[in-house]
């Protein structure tokens, strides 16, 4: 119990150290690239699952060895992909190059999105502030929920009738 205490009055010593409103430190994050110079990382939404490439380049997407306005041809989805860059400040500076895979084209989409946000991270580290509060780093687990058994879909139920 003695080490306990001595421990919790170490922690109350340096709480006092750093003084009110500085609760926390910084933790600074390193850059991540593969030997090529790139930054890597997986994103996923629904059942889709995308690996992204990202280094610095004109702002070319490549999805499936196809140009984004080929693969996802709606003006809505393509600004989803956009959307980190945008945020960032960063349209036009990177090239990305994806594969995706599972799920529909809204799925594919919104995993493009996570996998480039999580990449700019790796590439660069001072945009984590900027892409955090925007919701592009954080993985949405919404997922289609599973049939039950005795049921036609997963919450349905056959029509009831008293007689």
Sequence with gaps: MAEQSQGFDALQSLAGEIGPGEGHIAILREQKLDALGRAYATGKRKNAVARVWVKPGSGKITVNDRDQSIYFARPVLRMMIQQPFMVADRADQYDVICTVKGSGLSGQAGAVRHGIAQA??????????????????????RVVERKKYGKPKARRSFQFSKR
């Design 120 to 141: 700019l991270c790796d590439y660069e580290p001072a945009l984590r502030p900027v892409l955090k509060p925007h919701g592009f780093l954080t993985r949405d687990s």
